[in-house]
């Protein structure tokens, strides 16, 4: 099966890498050529990694290699593509321009999935000649690593594309999830984003510091919701009587806490310069085989995912 990945940034790059180690031939287009040699560098940045992991094999490297060809030929990247991953800029009338040129030279039937963090797939899709095959398909950073897909659709999305596309998803391991209805930042930013609101209220109040929050998440719930999500974790901590026991038992305090919890709807002023004199202080602050630069972090994290992948049996 042939693939295309059009814009080759970091996502991009991320979906030309995880697209190769499931064996399919993929194309990835960008308009600028330098954009493209970094893109190159970051795959094969990606792949020794998972060879240094001991995930994949010289072989399997070497395969990956050549099963991703980069071109800024729009007509050369998708003319054999099934499945279009649309990478570009978040902007609407780039990706308006980027899905145009796609159908110049694309298969009418192609799935054109955009990688899209948060704009709506009707308008992205507006202008387009076959508006009917074009999803949202939001991706994890590190794609390569991060099983989820949000699926979304447009007014003019027919649902026998979504099935495919889920069909397609799962059938590269990924865990697509399809959303009933558009909403503005998916499912799983909204989570995170509610969860980060709290995380700047306790220490705007000085209840904590900034790597005492981080400490909470990463030494406490953190590690349970890599394994389940909210719901699972209250039936458990609910026993016999499951969730609902549970929430029988928490409900009046919780919604005493709920009444002192943030519910602001715009970032307080200058937290951005605060927050990163926090984060600083905190990464100096950890142990040198943890990583102390962004390099060094990113590389611990992505060892763990690695470990908690093999549990989830998802690599
Ligand atoms: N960065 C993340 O964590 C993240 C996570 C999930 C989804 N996304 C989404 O993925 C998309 C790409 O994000 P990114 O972080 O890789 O951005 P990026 O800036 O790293 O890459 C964008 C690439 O698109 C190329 N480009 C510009 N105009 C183009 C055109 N007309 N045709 C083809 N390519 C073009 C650029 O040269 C660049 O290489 C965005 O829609 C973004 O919202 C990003």
């Not at 969730?243 to 806490?257: N, R, T």
Request: net charge negative.
């Amino acid at each position: 099966m042939k693939v295309a990945c059009i814009g080759s940034g970091l996502i991009g790059s991320g979906w030309a890498t995880y697209f190769a180690l499931k064996g399919l031939e993929t194309t990835m287009f960008d308009i600028d050529e330098s954009k493209l040699e970094e893109a190159v560098e970051r795959i094969k940045s990606n792949l020794k990694f998972l060879y240094e992991a001991e995930v994949i094999d010289e072989r399997a490297f070497n395969q990956c290699i050549e099963r991703i060809t980069v071109t800024t030929d729009m007509k050369k990247a998708v003319e054999d593509a099934e499945v279009i991953q649309e990478n570009g800029p978040e902007n609407y009338e780039i990706k308006q321009k980027i899905i145009q040129d796609i159908e110049l030279y694309g298969k009418k039937d192609a799935i054109i999935a955009s990688s899209t963090s948060g704009l709506l797939i009707t308008e992205i899709a507006k202008g387009a000649n076959h508006p009917e095959r074009i999803i949202g398909a939001h991706p994890y950073n590190p794609v390569q690593l991060i099983p989820l897909v949000e699926i979304t659709k447009g007014e003019a999305t027919e649902s026998v594309y979504i099935d495919k596309a889920v069909s397609f998803y799962q059938s590269i391991d990924k865990e697509p999830i399809v959303l009933k209805k558009e909403a503005l930042g998916f499912i799983s930013n909204r989570l995170a984003l509610a969860l980060y609101r709290e995380a700047v209220e306790i220490v705007e109040r000085g209840i904590c510091t900034v790597e005492e929050v981080d400490k909470a998440c990463c030494f406490g719930p953190g590690l349970r919701y890599a394994l389940m999500g909210p719901n699972l974790i209250y039936q458990l901590g609910g026993g016999k009587y499951g969730i609902q026991g549970a929430l029988a038992h928490m409900g009046p305090s919780v919604e005493k806490w709920w009444e002192d919890m943030a519910d602001w709807k715009k970032w307080p002023e200058g937290y951005g310069e605060r927050v990163q004199k926090g984060v600083d202080e905190e990464m100096e602050n950890r142990r040198e085989s943890h990583g102390k630069t962004n390099e060094d972090i990113a590389m611990f994290r992505d060892k763990g995912l690695i470990m908690l992948l093999k549990y989830h049996e998802k690599m």
